[in-house]
Structure formats: structure tokens, C-alpha cells
């Protein structure tokens, strides 16, 4: 279904954002008095520039280059970009406008939260939804959509260098909104702008996988991974996507080489036992979850639920439903692939029942996920797995109880 939102941003009425200015901690960060709370009086002294112009080409490049620095996973970097650009925005003379305020202070929040600065956060995140909801009658996605327009709007006035990390910007803030088809066109144009960048070709393959076009991220991963030392992380989600498409045999070198060029990132593991139960090799499934458990202590409970793939297919029915047990219900309900094989530890433990009623539950969220058809294309389902989940979803629908649930349902 084409996305017509688009044609309605340009024709929303704007607001001066100058009482605004004077609202939001004034000239605070120069007074640096004990009545500012704690997080204005840790920023540094703010600079003043010579014109509101030139502080605006500054913060605006300074602004795409901290998220280039979040994007590449260099947090450090980016938090005193940040930090300075908060104490800026506060100076009246500065007259900062409402997109820079906006992203200044919402990305000041998320470097924050990264470092379990949860007061801080929460601070910043407030500052911003001020911004967002005074200008745009409180209305974050209107603020969103806006804020993106107002960046494209000011590409002429950019360096042409530029241009590629606004675009990648405009990308990440329409995927925060879940505008999927407007993310994708701006990570294809952030490409476009900048063909020799392995982020940002990653960043296009990423957006289309999560969007259920995975046949055409996988071209953009392949150039990415090409790169010298490609991100483990991007080849994860390289992985995944040949997963998706059915070309298992590669799923499984790609992510041997996620695992080897840094064993510390969870999904690449994750990902390789899914791949190699897709191969049929079940004992070395078993032994990338070995490893991992090992390692990954604290996400047992998603390796658990991963285990189930060769527990199940290797017939041991009775340790998958303790396995299942032991991953907990509400780790179970968060993904669709888990509430299957959840369904199917129920299954084989003769709670047909409430196998049932599980899938019926599924398939309410998820309608796609009552077709066989695409269960078959787009789930990490093989053989007796398949031949299980789709004879629960012929088998009648639970009779439900007057307060909806089907009897004998239990919480593991």
C-alpha cells in the first residue's frame, strides 16, 4: 500500500518556537545556580557564536556526526557532542531552532539511558517531549514528521558531505514512528549519497529485512560484508536475512564468521543454532547452545526457547517442555517463532489443549501465521516441527471459557 503521509507534511501550520526559547531553562546553564536540577548543572559552560546562523550550520553538522559516532556504537564519542549541545541550545542568542532543540536534547536522553543514567534520561526525554508536544500540539509523531521534513528542507544549506548522514538520520527517526516505507527511502537515499559507506549500505539491508523484504536486503549485506572487517553484528543480520530466503548452507558461513570476529554479540550465536538446525544438524545446534549458555548467562531464557529447535526435532519431547518451563511464558509470548515452539512443547507433553489454545492466540496476533503457506516461507519451521504446528492448526480451536480462556490453560 503506497505511503501518502508524506504529501500532508508541508501543510501543517508552524509555530514560532521563540516563546518557547525562554521557557525552556533559559540562560540557566551560564547561571549555573543551586535552583537548576542536576542534570543542567552537569553540562559544560555553552559556547556563544557569532550569529544564530552560524551556531545553526554548527550544531547541525555537530549533531549528524554525533549520531554517527551512536550508529557506529562509539558512544563515548558522542556523549560530549551531546552534552555541549544541550548547554547551546539553552542560551537565548543561540536561537536555536525547534529541530535542533528537539534532537539535541532526545539524543542527550538516549546517550544517557545507554550508560544507565536513568534519572538523566528521563530529564532530557521530558525537555524534548516539551519541544515536541508545545510545537506540534503534543503530537510526537506530528513532531517526528516535521522534524524530518525540516531536515530536508535545510540540505541546500548543508555541505554536500552532509547530506548522507541526514538522510540516515531522517531513516532512523521515521523507523522510531514505524513509518517502514519512508525509513527504507531514506536509508536508500542516505546510500545513494554516500555509495563507499558500509554503515549505511547495512542500515538499508537492515531496514528492508525488518520489513519483511529480505530477498532485496540481501544485496546491500553482501556489499556491506565486503568491506574490510565487516561489523559482526551486521553479519548477523546478514545471516538472519539468508536464513529468511531459504539459503541456509550460506546462513551458516556468514554467521561462523559473526561468532569468530567477535564472540560477545548474543544473536550472532542465536542466529548460527537456528541455521544450523535448518541444515539438520541438530548436535551442532546443540553445541552453539552449549557455548553460548556458557557465555550469555544472563539470556538463558532466549536460548532456551532457541533450544527447543533441536530438542523438539531430536524427539526429546520431555526435556523441551522443561526447557520451555524454564524459558518462562511471557519470553515465550514476545516472539512469534517462540510462541510456536512453545505450542509445540505443549504439544508433545499432551497438553493438546492448550497447544492449541496457544496457537489460536498467535494467530490472532499474527494472522499470517494461521497460513501454511507462509509459515512454510517465512518461519524458522523444518520438518517435524512444520508437520507439527501444521496439524495444530487443522486440529478445531479450543473451546474457549466464559472468561475467554481455553480450560486447563497454565502458566509455565
Known amino acids: ?84 549541545l544541550c548547554a547551546d541550545v539553552t542560551i537565548p542568542r543561540n536561537q536555536a531552532h525547534y529541530s535542533i532543540m528537539q534532537g539535541t536534547f532526545q539524543l542527550k536522553a538516549l546517550t544517557d539511558l545507554a550508560r544507565d543514567r536513568l534519572v538523566e534520561g528521563r530529564f532530557w526525554l521530558e525537555q524534548g517531549s516539551k519541544v515536541r508536544g508545545i510545537m506540534w500540539g503534543r503530537s510526537w509523531e506530528i513532531a517526528s514528521e516535521n522534524l524530518v521534513q525540516d531536515i530536508i528542507r535545510f540540505l541546500e544549506q548543508w555541505p554536500p558531505e552532509t547530506h548522507a548522514g541526514c538522510y540516515h538520520w531522517a531513516s532512523l527517526i521515521y523507523g522510531q514512528i514505524g513509518e517502514g516505507a519512508m525509513e527504507v527511502a531514506f536509508a536508500r537515499r542516505a546510500v545513494t549519497a554516500d555509495l563507499t559507506s558500509a554503515d549505511l549500505q547495512y542500515q538499508l539491508a537492515n531496514a528492508l529485512l525488518r520489513h519483511d523484504r529480505a530477498e532485496e536486503s540481501l544485496p546491500w549485506f553482501k556489499r556491506a560484508a565486503d568491506q574490510p572487517s565487516p561489523d559482526p553484528r551486521m553479519l548477523s543480520d546478514f545471516g538472519s536475512a539468508l536464513c529468511v530466503t531459504g539459503q541456509e548452507d550460506e546462513a551458516a558461513r556468514v554467521l561462523e564468521r559473526a561468532v569468530a570476529a567477535d564472540p560477545k554479540v548474543f544473536e550472532a550465536h542465536l542466529n548460527l543454532m537456528i541455521a544450523y538446525y535448518l541444515q539438520g544438524d541438530l548436535k551442532g545446534a ?52 517462540a510462541s510456536a515452539l512453545w505450542a509445540l512443547a505443549q504439544a508433545t507433553a499432551g497438553r493438546s489443549e492448550e497447544a492449541r489454545a496457544t496457537v489460536q492466540e498467535l494467530v490472532t496476533r499474527i494472522p499470517s501465521a494461521g497460513d501454511t503457506a507462509w509459515v512454510r516461507d517465512h518461519w524458522f519451521l523444518r520438518r517435524r516441527l512444520l508437520t507439527l504446528y501444521e496439524s495444530l492448526l487443522s486440529s478445531p480451536p479450543p473451546r474457549l471459557t466464559g472468561d475467554g480462556a481455553a480450560p486447563g490453560v497454565t502458566a509455565p
Open 286 to 337: 546443540e553445541e552453539v547452545y552449549r557455548e553460548a549458555r556458557n557465555r550469555f548467562g544472563d539470556r538463558r531464557d532466549l536460548l532456551e526457547a532457541g533450544a527447543l529447535y533441536f530438542l523438539l526435532d531430536g524427539d526429546r519431547d520431555e526435556e523441551a517442555w522443561r526447557t520451555a518451563r524454564g524459558a518462562g511464558r511471557e519470553l515465550m509470548a514476545a516472539y512469534p517463532w
Open 1 to 84: 500500500m503506497p505511503d501518502t503521509r508524506s504529501d500532508r507534511f508541508l501543510t501543517r501550520r508552524r509555530i514560532s518556537p521563540a516563546p518557547l526559547l525562554l521557557s525552556l531553562l533559559l540562560a540557566g546553564c551560564a547561571a549555573a545556580t543551586g535552583t537548576l536540577p542536576g542534570p543542567v548543572r552537569e553540562l559544560p559552560p555553552p559556547r556563544r557564536f557569532k550569529s544564530a546562523k552560524t551556531f545553526d550550520r554548527q550544531a547541525r553538522l555537530e549533531l549528524s556526526e554525533g549520531v554517527g559516532y551512536l550508529h557506529g556504537g562509539a558512544l563515548e564519542q558522542a556523549v560530549p557532542i551531546f552534552a555541549q
